[in-house]
């Protein structure tokens, strides 16, 4: 077992990392695991979650690595792993929202939403609400999110945030990677004076398991490049940079990608940053619309 005055200064740290059972998150898992800290993972299915729990141990050298079982595009499974988490541990020191995907085609969950604006945003929406008492009480403290380049020529947009007129995968995939980053923006200003830190991150292109949910060209695109991707380990590299690192606890509503900011393409969005959390709100609700 790692003490707590493990080399890695992560020793007596909570840190909970949503998608631990593959690619960036596992490999994540494993790096903070490894520099001392205790580990989350969250996964959807049993067996796998377990393996995942199994390899991080391993790879780690540190028994602190635990599962909760949860499907984030279901809201009241994301209210049931906040609280899971919360019977569980008393403090939380890192919060990695990390799970995401990319869907060829609309499917709607079972709260009637968007598949993937329901796991990409909403999710580390609500986990993040629901969490941030237990962030705040443990401050300093950071909220991590994982976003994509992806977001590039990307906007939200407000008329059909459900992507029910027009659907096309990977351009709904990028306005969620965007609603990460004005998430973040959000977030951060809010949280400005509480000791508590968000920031997002594009981790390059990473051979993972990303996009084999899907069949087609979607998935066969990311296979085929697969041989030219980032490991899943230097894909964590700026995830785990943002959780552990002293001088990344000094920054607030930055994107990074390779430890460095990324400069934004266009000016900050404050209008679309304001009313993508209102209407987050009110998708979660966690605010009944007026
Ligand atoms: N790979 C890249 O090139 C790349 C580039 C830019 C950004 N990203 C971002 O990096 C993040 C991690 O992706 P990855 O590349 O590591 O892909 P991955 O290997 O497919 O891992 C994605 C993780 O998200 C979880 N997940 C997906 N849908 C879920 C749901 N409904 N409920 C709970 N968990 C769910 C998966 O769990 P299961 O094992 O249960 O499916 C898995 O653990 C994503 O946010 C992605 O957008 C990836």
Known sequence: M??????????GKVVLITGGT??????????????????????????????????????????RVS???????????????AEEFRERHDRLDVLVNNAGLVQSRRVETPDG????????????????????DLLKKSAPSRVITVSSEARRGASIDFDDLQSERRYRGFPVYGMTKMANILFTYELAERLEGTGVVANCLHP???STNFAQNNRGPIALLFRLFKPFMRSPEQGAD????????????????????????????EPRDETSQKRLWEVSEELTYLKVAS
């Open 204 to 206: 390059g292109a990473v």
């Open 238 to 265: 700026t995830l785990v940079y943002l959780a552990s690192s002293p001088e990344a606890g000094e920054l607030n509503g930055k994107y990074l990608t390779d430890r460095k900011e990324v400069s934004p393409a």
């Open 113 to 132: 939403l968007e598949l993937t604006l329901a796991v990409n945003h909403l999710a580390p929406f609500l986990l993040t609400d629901l969490l941030l």
């Open 2 to 11: 790692v003490s707590e005055s493990a080399n890695g200064g992560m020793g």
């Open 67 to 81: 599962l909760v079982l949860a499907d984030l595009s279901v809201q009241a499974e994301v209210r049931g792993l």
């Open 22 to 63: 593959s690619g960036i998150g596992r490999a994540a898992a494993a790096a903070l695991a490894a520099m001392g800290a205790e580990v989350v993972v969250t996964g959807r299915d049993r067996e796998r979650g377990e393996a995942a729990v199994e390899e991080i141990r391993r790879d780690s050298g540190n028994e």
